[in-house]
């Protein structure tokens, strides 16, 4: 028997897949060392070719596959090949099967990083559900990357290394219908990266982005966006969800999760442009004080633009972990929106969430390690997850959003 003294990287080894693991890989094993390959199938006898080695562990590509997977399919983009484009983790997968991958990652995570029991999980009854309009299509939003010879495409995985493309199969087809990829002809020579965006209002633009500055070329400046029963005016370059139909997903579930009643005041931390706050306040009503905090100064503009007119809720200009450690946000509050960013709310956070005191709080989550991260900080001070809703918000792709429900210790 050969005597292996590990993988060497761009080696080629015959494997076989075990369970799905975060980031769009699998997990696997030589000899007893932990790989982790993208582009393969939980089941199945690959040929992977190393990428990287780590200590403890390695990445690989399965670049032959031996044995497929009853829920492998042809990636429909020519891109979403090993070496090429990064952006879709899982155009190798069924949809229907993306939809069970990435609802075993949440299982996983609550399991090892949340603390949660396996009949805790089960009690959730946790799955992930697709979006109307399909795994294609779907994305209002596509920053591209460009090269040294001025043309548009999308990083490799885990690489500053641009791919020129001629098309890219997720962007909502009014970007596809922009001439900003090879296929046109455009050139970008003085740009880091292009920006475009579809919004469900109608509006289409384009800027360059150079050494962090934003630069329109077409379109408007500032796009209109429809949500939650409102118009809402933002800059194109403004955080908005990038499925069309995210934001209205997200609002009816944490609406559904809270069950505001008239009256009630509420904290939306994290609060963006105010699309939860406004939410809030209409169903709190017109004498119920609601409560945005958010860092960015273009969020803060758009939302004391979008939300003048209800004047019972407040917008404080703060980071979240400030604002609650100086009592920026004052008075009891009976419900809270945490909306973080993917690196999640953290202890400090949660723990004065917790203290605050709240009868709920709906938690929006776009990664399930940070999420879990915060559910065994709740559960620590005597919460529980009592509901948890996953959602295919960026279909193709590893990623999955979680809307929880925390209830405070029983009296």
Known sequence: MED???????????LTVDTVAPGGHCVARVDGQVVFVRHALPGERVVAEVTELHRGFARADAVEILDPSPDRVEPPCPYARPGRCGGCDLQHVAPAAQLGWKTAVVREQLLRLGGLTDAEIDAL?????????????????????????????????RSHEVV??????????????????????????????????????????????????????????????VAAGRDWTLPAT??????????????????DLLAPRP???????YGGVGLFAAALAGRVGPDARVTLVESSAEAIAAARENL??????EVVAARVETALAR???????????????RSGAGAEVVRAVAAAAPRAVGYVACDPAAFARDVRTFTGAGWRLAALRGYDLFPMTRHVELVGLFLPPAD
């Open 125 to 157: 009854g946790v799955t992930v559900e697709a979006l109307p309009g399909g795994p294609l299509g779907w994305r209002s939003r596509v920053r591209y990357a460009v090269d040294a010879a001025g043309r548009a495409g999308l990083l490799k995985h």
């Open 238 to 255: 403004a955080f908005w969800q990038v499925h069309p139909a995210a934001a209205d997903t997200l609002v009816g579930a944490v609406l």
């Open 308 to 313: 003048a007119d209800l004047p019972r809720v």
């Open 327 to 341: 009592r920026r946000v004052t008075g009891p509050v009976d419900l809270v929106v945490l909306d973080p960013p």
């Open 4 to 14: 292996r003294r590990g993988l060497e990287e761009a080696e080629r080894v015959e």
């Open 263 to 269: 009256g009630e005041s509420a904290w939306d931390l």
């Open 164 to 225: 020129p493309i001629d098309r890219c199969l997720i962007a909502h087809p009014a970007i596809e219908g922009l001439p900003v990829l090879t296929g046109s002809g455009a050139r970008w020579p003085d740009a880091d990266g292009v920006e475009t965006v579809a919004s469900t209002g109608g509006d289409v633009s384009v800027a360059t982005v150079t050494d962090g500055t934003v630069t329109p070329v077409d379109g408007p400046a500032t796009v209109r966006e």
